[in-house]
């Protein structure tokens, strides 16, 4: 698979949760970074990878894809922390705006095996490869089983909420919303808990793999707790966001 640079161009900027907006972009031309190819059609990439763009002479920030390799446009899912070099430019941007970017990078992705069930493991902008990843596994002669547990404070913070249902008739989905007890604002498929409790309930066997991508501490105790209740380090695989 080639590694691209090139520019991309913004096609849509919304806002999905708190703090947090989706951006659309169209490729507006790139080549191979050896210079012998050029990119004459959609960006070839693995669901769970990622791209680098540039925001200033030194400052690139990676960026999960949240599209499927299907979709015509790349998307990202961007938390915007206030100060923050890459948030600033997100926050004045305007359609049309061009960003430098390198890729596709990384090696986060989906196994072949086809008898394993999958349980996706994010919090806060940790969704976005899942996205990329269920998107692509519905499109499957025959889609594995798969679950998405998914973290946040409360619903406010959960990117997505519109459309998780579309995206996969196989996909079960449960929201671990820490902060909300209110059973009324829970939401059909929330519970006022972390999602880490959610793993505590099951028991899980060797024929589930588990991708789990959001903050550190959050990959780090999912990781724990699996290990714990006996699931082999192989059935794991794990992105971590700074």
């Known amino acids: 698979m080639n590694i691209f640079q090139g520019n991309l161009r913004l096609t849509l900027a919304q806002d999905v949760a708190c703090d947090t907006k989706k951006f659309r972009f169209t490729i507006d031309g790139a ?16 669901p769970g990878q990622f791209l680098s763009l540039q925001f200033t002479d030194k400052a690139w920030r990676s960026y999960s894809i949240a599209s499927s390799p299907i979709e015509k446009e790349i998307e ?5 922390i206030s100060g923050g070099t890459a948030s ?12 430098p970017f390198k890729g596709p990078f990384g090696h986060f992705g989906l196994s072949d095996k086809k008898d394993v069930k999958l349980v996706f493991c994010a919090t806060s902008t ?3 490869p899942f996205r ?6 519905a ?11 998914y973290g946040g404070k409360d619903l406010k913070h959960l990117a997505y909420l519109d459309e998780l249902e579309t995206w996969s008739k196989k996909l079960n989905i449960k929201l671990g919303l820490s902060r909300e007890l209110d059973s009324h604002k829970l939401g059909p498929y929330g519970s006022p808990c972390r999602i880490t409790e959610f793993l505590k309930a ?11 991508c959001g903050n550190g501490n959050m990959v780090q ?5 699996l290990l714990s209740q006996g699931i082999h380090k192989d059935q794991i695989f794990r992105e971590r966001f700074n």
Not at 31 to 46: A, H, I, V
Not at 88 to 99: A, P
Not at 132 to 137: G, T
């Open 88 to 99: 600033n430019i997100w926050n004045e941007v305007e359609i049309g705006d061009c960003f």
């Open 76 to 80: 990202f899912v961007v938390r915007l």
């Open 202 to 212: 099951e028991d899980y066997d060797d024929q589930t793999e588990f991708y789990i």
């Open 126 to 128: 940790g969704i976005a």
């Open 31 to 46: 080549l191979s970074l050896d210079g012998k190819t050029e990119l004459t059609g959609p960006l070839s990439f693995k």
């Open 139 to 149: 499109q499957a002669d025959i889609p594995r089983s798969m679950t998405l547990l």
């Open 221 to 225: 105790s999912v990781e724990q707790i």
């Open 132 to 137: 990329s990843m269920i998107l692509h596994e």
